[in-house]
T-cell receptor
Framework: EDQVTQSPEALRLQEGESSSLNCSYTVSGLRGLFWYRQDPGKGPEFLFTLYSAGEEKEKERLKATLTKKESFLHITAPKPEDSATYLCVSGSARQLTFGSGTQLTVLP | ETGVTQSPTHLIKTRGQQVTLRCSSQSGHNTVSWYQQALGQGPQFIFQYYREEENGRGNFPPRFSGLQFPNYSSELNVNALELDDSALYLC???????????FGSGTRLTVV
């Protein structure tokens, strides 16, 4: 059974304080590892797709990396508008498996 | 290019009733999947449709059923509603089930 585990469950940072979110996964037939951002009461918003170990993707203050068993979302100098729940998702041929998410709060 | 749209946005139903939720996939997408998200948790996979056929299903009972139409829009039907069915129901579409899935804003279902 595919499993995705995220840590920490919640993270509070001061504005400008960089950190990383962790995602460990066990997936049969991984097609892609996705990161999404979700704001309260809204659907997930796509951030990145990573396909193979060693791959990195960047977007503004976010950088996602992938190893054979883990993925990391690095947040550099975060701003209050980066506050959201970040979801790590594994994709196989027939389904997406979500982690429980990391709720990030960035304080001004 | 339009995104994924879901209707209705909010719904209140009584225990034992039946409900149908609708999803219009993003233009060019032929794969649609449905998810249930309880408050404070990550989405749970219900099932996926690819070119009108169900090609994957999560651990949900048969009272959760669906359809995908020739235009790739989709419906989620839930029979004999239970209080625990109260959740945000998300629809996502993709092309061939690869790359990023685009999510709708969801339908908030409350069962009383």
């Amino acid at each position: 059974e595919d499993q995705v585990t995220q840590s920490p469950e919640a993270l509070r940072l001061q504005e400008g304080e960089s950190s990383s979110l962790n995602c460990s996964y066990t997936v049969s037939g991984l097609r892609g590892l996705f990161w999404y951002r979700q704001d309260p009461g809204k659907g997930p918003e796509f951030l990145f797709t990573l396909y193979s170990a060693g791959e990195e993707k960047e977007k503004e203050r976010l950088k996602a990396t992938l190893t054979k068993k883990e993925s990391f979302l690095h947040i550099t100098a975060p701003k209050p508008e980066d506050s959201a729940t970040y979801l790590c998702v594994s994709g196989s041929a027939r389904q997406l498996t979500f982690g429980s998410g990391t709720q990030l709060t960035v304080l001004p | 290019e339009t995104g994924v749209t879901q209707s209705p946005t909010h719904l209140i139903k009584t225990r034992g009733q039946q409900v149908t939720l609708r999803c219009s996939s993003q233009s060019g997408h032929n794969t649609v999947s449905w998810y249930q998200q309880a408050l404070g948790q990550g989405p749970q996979f219900i099932f996926q449709y690819y070119r009108e056929e169900e090609n994957g299903r999560g651990n949900f009972p048969p009272r959760f059923s669906g359809l995908q139409f020739p235009n790739y829009s989709s419906e989620l039907n839930v029979n004999a509603l239970e209080l625990d069915d109260s959740a945000l129901y998300l629809c996502a579409s993709s092309f061939e089930g690869v790359n990023g899935y685009t999510f709708g804003s969801g339908t908030r279902l409350t069962v009383v």
